[in-house]
């Protein structure tokens, strides 16, 4: 392709996809300047891409020590570099109220293209990510490896929830990360939106996930700094939330360590528009809840114990919902390991998943149980030793609804699995051995099929990762013990 100047070739990028014009071209060639270096004025390229455009004038502002050779660095520049296409705050909200009054799902495509456009959402990263389904006795599974952002340390997550952080932003999804310069622990967000919207009387912010693990994963975070917290309003909030932004699912991570997700320190939820393998899980017992004749109600053919409302009335089923929670905070039954309370510690909560079908609001209520023991410190009711080589993390919400999140280190690790499985020299790691070992003796191994395999046998390890997180088993013991304790929530 023909060259051209480099710098003309992001400002005309920048014009196409922004509110300058041509007018303002002078201007937009100073500004990065000041940002890269004057020496970019000269330089040339034969990309098109704006991405790939950026990506040289990072190189060149590295070259002329406008920025370290660090990632951290790297990606402020680039941010800065980006954020010339991204309109004001004030700009972006307008435009979505303006659209929403008109069309909700127009509103919320549109801002989900601008966030990709403006390299907020990590599209290149996420392209790099492995995906596959797998089967398994609860359905389909879904598997993702992250290649896109690195894994944490649930004790680390533990850590951090309790300690009170005096920096600013407060935490990764406060709104002050809006336009944030970033800096070498924290990442930059100069190109970073937030919709302000009203969720039942509290302020709240709607924004895209930047390393999405399923079709427009998107979060809602409080404007207020708060801890997680599951109550009454958590369900309300929720199915208010599948009316606002239609065609989304939205769930919130539990409110405890172990069984939470990643950040504790700060109420949120995350959603988007994707089916999970758990939605299509079907009831195997019917239930009805006395005092809620409109709500319908049963158990979920699930690894993890789920109690699926549904209905339209809306009241009912945060009422019911509610009311099981309340049941759920205190519940023992020493026959099946499940205890609410030890050495004054909390363990009961709820991991809740909403979203709409036709005029029904479906309500899943994920029962979470985060007791250790000396066997288990890790967690009675979170992934097992003989599986925490592949999943050690927390089972959060998405992996509770049958997309497991993989960390990167898989990637090299099962190739030498693969070399192993194929009998071939390998530097297998000592934690994926005798799993490896016992896939090579159930399995007639060859080149052909050693991928799919292998995508399965890690399918098997994620539907046993998720078992263990169930509290009540699907055995007929797991599920009388289920029945006790809806009977103890109050059936018709
Ligand atoms: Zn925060």
Not at 264 to 274: D, N
Not at 361 to 367: A, H, I, K, N, S
Request: proline residues 5%; aromatic residues 8%.
């Amino acid at each position: 392709m023909a060259e051209q100047k480099l710098v003309e070739a992001f400002i005309t990028q920048v014009i196409a996809n922004s509110d300058y014009t041509d007018l303002d071209r002078i201007y937009l060639r100073n500004q990065i300047l000041s940002m890269v270096g004057d020496s970019a004025v000269s330089a040339v390229t034969s990309k098109r891409d704006l991405l790939d455009l950026k990506d040289e004038l990072v190189q060149i502002a590295q070259a002329n020590g406008n920025c370290k050779g660090d990632s951290a660095e790297r990606a402020i520049i680039g941010a800065d570099l980006m954020a010339l296409l991204t309109p004001r705050p004030s700009v972006v909200n307008k435009r979505f109220w303006q659209t929403y009054q008109k069309s909700a799902s127009k509103a919320i495509n549109n801002f989900y293209e601008l966030s990709k456009r403006c390299d907020y959402i990590k599209t290149r990263a996420i392209a790099k990510n492995s995906y596959f389904v797998t089967p398994s006795k609860y359905g389909k599974l879904e598997i993702t490896i992250n290649l896109a952002k690195p894994e944490k340390d649930p004790k680390k997550i533990a850590q951090a929830a309790k300690t009170q952080s005096t920096g600013y932003p407060l935490c990764q999804l406060c709104l002050e990360n809006e336009g944030y310069e970033g800096r070498a622990d924290y990442p930059a967000r100069r190109n970073h939106r937030v919709i302000r919207f009203k969720l039942n009387d509290e302020l709240w912010g709607f924004q895209y996930s930047p390393y999405a693990y399923f079709n427009e994963h998107c979060i809602f975070l409080s404007a207020k700094h708060e801890p997680m917290t599951i109550a009454r309003s958590t369900f309300n909030n929720l199915l208010t939330i599948v009316d606002q932004f239609p065609g989304y699912f939205v769930g919130s991570n539990a409110d405890l360590p172990i069984v939470g997700g990643s950040i504790l320190s700060h109420e949120h939820y995350q959603g988007g528009k994707h089916r999970f393998p758990m939605d299509e899980a079907p009831i195997t017992t019917k239930l009805q809840f006395a005092g809620f004749p409109t709500v319908k109600a049963g158990l979920v053919k699930w690894p993890m114990s789920v109690i699926r409302l549904r209905g339209i009335d809306k009241e009912a089923l945060v009422s019911l919902a509610a009311k099981i929670l309340t049941a759920w905070r205190t519940y023992s039954d020493e026959t099946v390991n499940v205890r609410a309370v030890s050495a004054g510690e909390k363990h009961h909560t709820i991991t809740p998943i909403a979203r709409k079908e036709g005029s029904d609001y479906v309500l899943d209520l994920v029962l979470r149980d985060n007791q250790t023991s000396a066997a288990f410190p890790a967690g009675i009711f979170h992934p097992h030793p003989d599986v925490q080589h592949i999943k050690k993390e927390n089972i959060g919400l998405i992996e509770v609804l049958g997309l497991a999140i993989l960390p990167p280190r898989l990637v090299p690790e099962m190739n030498e699995v693969k070399k192993y499985l194929l009998g071939q020299p390998n530097a297998i790691k000592q934690i994926h051995l005798q799993w490896a070992q016992e896939i090579k003796e159930r399995q007639p191994i060859q080149a052909a099929n050693v991928n799919q395999i292998l995508q399965d046998e890690l399918g098997q390890v994620f539907a046993r990762v998720l078992e263990d997180a169930g509290v009540f088993k699907q055995t007929p013991a797991g599920q009388a013990a289920f029945m006790r304790f809806v009977n103890e929530v109050g059936l018709a």
